[in-house]
């Protein structure tokens, strides 16, 4: 059983920065891919990043050169540094995973555990 929980998250104004880390227990398979999604209210979850443990790293477009997904293997956290953040980066932030899986994009539907999110609250 795979466990994740985030934290991180709070208010932070437009143009500053936010770290959002992810507790899992998942570091120790051979191959496993994680991502960060996020929800807005009225919308659908979408994804933000990914990281395989091949250390292969995908982003949506909206958040690339802003966002940067990393791991630290030895604390078991993945991390989404967040920069220049500005209002429509606001949503619930929730950290994924799945073992024994490469993969190199973020649909919800590939992922079997998740945290229970973290809100994160961008103002101008």
């Known amino acids: 059983q795979v466990h994740v929980v985030e934290s991180g998250g709070g208010s932070v104004q437009a143009g500053g920065s936010l770290r959002l880390s992810c507790a899992a227990n998942?570091?120790?398979?051979?191959?496993?891919?994680m991502a960060w999604f996020r929800q807005r209210p009225g919308q659908e979850r979408e994804g933000v990043a990914s990281?395989?443990?091949?250390?292969?790293?995908v982003y949506v477009p909206s958040v690339e050169g802003r966002f940067t997904i990393s791991k630290d293997n030895a604390k078991s956290i993945l991390y989404l540094q967040m920069n220049d953040v500005k209002i429509e980066d606001s949503g619930i932030y929730y950290c994924?995973?799945?073992?024994?899986?490469?993969?190199?994009?973020?649909?919800?539907?590939?992922?079997?555990?998740w945290g229970q999110g973290t809100q994160v609250t961008v103002s101008s």
């Open positions: 998942i570091f120790t398979y051979p191959t496993y891919s």
């Open positions: 994924a995973a799945v073992p024994y899986k490469l993969l190199y994009r973020f649909l919800v539907s590939d992922y079997d555990y």
């Open positions: 990281l395989n443990s091949m250390n292969d790293a």
